[in-house]
T-cell receptor, first 113, second 117 residues
Framework: DAGVIQSPRHEVTEMGQEVTLRCKPI?????LFWYRQTMMRGLELLIY????????DSGMPEDRFSAKMPNASFSTLKIQPSEPRDSAVYFC???????????FGSGTQLSVL | AQSVTQPDIHITVSEGASLELRCNYS??????LFWYVQSPGQGLQLLLK??????LVQGIKGFEAEFKRSQSSFNLRKPSVHWSVAAEYFC???????????????FGKGTHLIIQP
């Protein structure tokens, strides 16, 4: 089992640029979560999907952030335009079913200069 | 709204000594509680969880945690630590999902565990 796969591992970009983070959940998992981790705010849930449908996006900080899950094996988190305060580690996690054990990817370290 | 407080940002423990990491939660109903561990550069891994039943739960790597409703606490313990457990530890609380299990986890800010030789 390959686990949850995130790409890229590191992203460095300039303020104003569009950033796209990618996630491939574990095969057969029906729920997918995007988290953001910073020193100040800890680990925050941004959005989660169940069967490719967004269930709760109340954690998405503002309209610059958007997430999609076009199919069961792929999700993206997009930031447009990016700002320095978006710098963080973004984690994707999946679970077999809603309410189940979370499996985390290794994260994407985003730096916006 | 649910919330989790981990009062200790850093904890330093000597190798071989016992460990207790504190976690306090706020939740209006029966909480579902979790402890996760994060090694440097890695995602989070589940150590243990409490849903119901016995208030002392056993997890992986020799960890245990005790749910105390009267104190709104779910402290993590290990009787003797090895240098390999140095990591970041996160407590989390979730809401009951009608289909089973916990939904929408809220995490604490973490406790950084340092092991002294």
């Amino acid at each position: 089992d390959a686990g949850v796969i995130q790409s890229p591992r590191h992203e460095v970009t300039e303020m104003g640029q569009e950033v796209t983070l990618r996630c491939k959940p574990i095969s057969g998992h029906n729920s997918l979560f995007w988290y953001r981790q910073t020193m100040m705010r800890g680990l925050e849930l941004l959005i989660y999907f169940n069967n490719n449908v967004p269930i709760d996006d109340s954690g998405m900080p503002e309209d610059r952030f958007s997430a999609k899950m076009p199919n069961a094996s792929f999700s993206t988190l997009k930031i447009q335009p990016s700002e320095p305060r978006d710098s963080a580690v973004y984690f994707c996690a999946s679970s077999l079913a809603r309410g189940g054990k979370l499996f985390f990817g290794s994260g994407t370290q985003l730096s916006v200069l | 709204a649910q919330s989790v407080t981990q009062p200790d940002i850093h904890i330093t423990v000597s190798e071989g000594a016992s460990l207790e990491l504190r976690c306090n939660y706020s939740y209006g109903a029966t909480p579902y509680l979790f402890w996760y561990v994060q090694s440097p550069g890695q995602g989070l891994q589940l150590l243990l969880k409490y849903f119901s039943g016995d208030t002392l739960v056993q997890g992986i790597k020799g960890f245990e945690a005790e749910f105390k409703r009267s104190q709104s606490s779910f402290n993590l313990r290990k009787p003797s630590v090895h240098w390999s457990v140095a990591a970041e530890y996160f407590c989390a609380v979730g809401a009951l999902y009608s289909g089973g299990g916990a939904d929408g986890l809220t995490f604490g800010k973490g406790t950084h565990l340092i092991i002294q030789p």
